[in-house]
């Protein structure tokens, strides 16, 4: 989830302090927030970066401490803003995410130019020279997300930012190579891909977040993104994140408990590589029975650790697991709530 907390894209204690609640509460798995390979691959003026050494040492003493004071291990995410850059945080837009900036716009670059929404810029469309010089930011952010210590890389490929926007027709209007059939509006994503794959360890994961589906017609489907997961486990990808839409305002998605797990399920058995399920899991049970049933790999819950950083702790509680690692200087919490749990299913209602 994006925090939108940076300066000039250097994060800092908050993000420390935000991540490191997240590893002590017990999660497996951490993902940075999309993370800026270049200045104007921002979305608002508040997003993480990863183009500097300042950054890199920046990164460094978060990652450490998530080593240090947990088991969980740390992903790396990078991502560039494409059509949707420059923009207002959030609670400074009344909640819009295409409110352009006031003052101190960078320039917008998309596969086309198609504007966001109403009140964003209209993109420039990309040249050869511009894809290669993106292309050698993340390859630059991903040197230091080794240097960093990340123990995996996720290359976002969803939700309408730039690589999504190549990918999907209705962002997508290139007459060149780029542009037209699945293939061609897949060729600079996957080659930006092989050229990260060329210098992230082999040994550690690498994957990509895509959107399964835009919710509209004439948009990317299921059935191509069962092929845009082939294509990316050919260029040598590990795991498949999926989520679905945020392409296109005109989108028209069916929401409900679980939503996008039917996604990640006909990924994981059509395409036969390991996924990540996301979108409305909130409850133990949920991911329990997702992954028991062999219909995602892994579960990612994002927003229900932003109203509780210790979900993972507290879900452990609550079903008697024992092998979650509590942090030492919270062993009289994990007594007391072990026993209170414990009570509860002996005897159910209040305790």
């Known amino acids: 989830m994006a925090m939108y907390s940076a300066r000039d894209g250097r994060v800092d204690e908050f993000h420390l ?86 003052a101190d716009n960078w320039r917008v670059l998309a596969p086309s130019a198609l504007a966001w929404g109403p009140q964003s810029q209209t993109p420039v469309e990309m040249t050869r020279a511009d894809m290669d010089r993106i292309a050698e930011d993340f390859v630059a952010a991903t040197r230091r997300g080794v240097d960093d210590g990340f123990d995996a890389l996720e290359l976002h490929c969803a939700h309408g930012y730039l690589l999504s926007s190549f990918i999907a027709p209705v962002t997508n209007r290139r007459r060149d190579e780029y542009g037209g059939t699945l293939a061609k509006r897949l060729r600079y994503p996957i080659e930006l891909f092989e050229a990260m794959r060329a210098v992230w360890p082999r040994e ?92 995602a790999d892994l579960c990612l819950l994002a927003r229900p650790h932003l109203w509780d950083p210790f979900w993972t702790l507290r879900a452990a509680a609550q079903l008697g697991y024992t092998g979650v690692r509590w942090p030492v200087q919270y062993d009289a919490g994990r007594r007391q709530i072990v026993t209170l749990m414990e009570r509860a299913r002996q005897a159910p209602g209040p305790i």
């Open 17 to 102: 302090v935000h991540f490191g609640a997240r590893a002590i509460g017990g999660a497996g798995l951490l993902f940075t927030e999309m993370t800026c390979p270049s200045p104007d691959a921002r979305i608002t003026p508040g997003c993480a970066g990863l183009w500097n050494d300042g950054h890199t040492e920046a990164w460094r003493p978060i990652v450490d401490f998530v080593h240090a004071h947990s088991d969980a291990k740390f992903a790396l995410q990078l991502g560039h803003s494409g059509r949707k850059g420059s923009t207002k945080e959030p609670w400074l837009a009344g909640g819009r995410d295409d409110a352009a900036l006031d």
């Open 204 to 295: 550690k994961p690498f994957g990509v977040r895509v959107s399964a589906t835009d919710w509209v017609d004439g948009g990317v489907s299921i059935e191509d993104s069962v092929e845009i997961a082939r294509a990316f486990k050919a260029g040598g990808a590990d795991f498949i994140d999926v989520s679905s839409g945020q392409v296109t305002p005109d989108q028209e998605p069916v929401y409900g408990r679980m939503f996008q797990v039917p996604f990640a399920e006909r990924i994981r058995l059509e395409v036969g590589m390991a996924t990540l399920a996301v979108g409305n899991i909130y409850e133990p049970d949920h991911v329990n029975s997702i992954v028991a049933a062999g219909r």
